[in-house]
Structures are given as C-alpha cells and as structure tokens.
C-alpha cells in the first residue's frame, strides 16, 4: 500500500491510527488468542503503520503521525484486561 501510495503521489503527509478494539473479560478468563487480538489491533497495527511511513516523511523532512486512542486506551476499566 505504502508503495502504491508513493508511486502515486510521490510523499505522505500524514498517517492518522484510528482504529482500536475493546474486549471486556477478566485476566483469569482471557484467553491468549483474545489477548493477542486487542493487542495486535491497539498496538502492534499502531507500530506497524508508524514505522512503515516513517522512512519517508524523514526523507521529505515533514509530516506528521496521529495516533487516536479512546477513553480505554487511557484509564482502566474492571474487567476489562485485554
């Protein structure tokens, strides 16, 4: 995607991570692979999109990475471990 981006416009502006999920269960009752889900949506998807366009916007000396997160991504919730 990054590619077909670049050969189409030639820079990226800006990278906006909006996209999360939430699991509410307890840590004795998660499961790994729920666990891995919220994980790799909420962090690892945030890495990957970061650290894919940033060689660019370092190349053309601009740009800017937003990265959105909701009310869950910034306190606890009881029971919600994930």
């Known amino acids: 995607m990054i590619n077909d981006l670049m050969a189409t416009h ?6 906006i991570n909006n996209a ?13 692979d729920e666990y891995e889900l919220v994980m790799g949506v909420n ?9 894919a366009v940033a060689p660019h916007m370092l190349a053309a000396g601009r740009g800017s990475i937003i990265n959105i997160s909701s009310l869950a991504g910034l306190r606890g919730a009881m029971g919600a471990f994930a």
């Open 10 to 15: 030639g820079q990226i502006d800006a990278l």
């Open 20 to 32: 999360g999920i939430f699991r509410r269960n307890k840590l004795i009752n998660t499961p790994l």
């Open 43 to 51: 962090a690892r998807g945030v890495f990957l999109g970061m650290r």
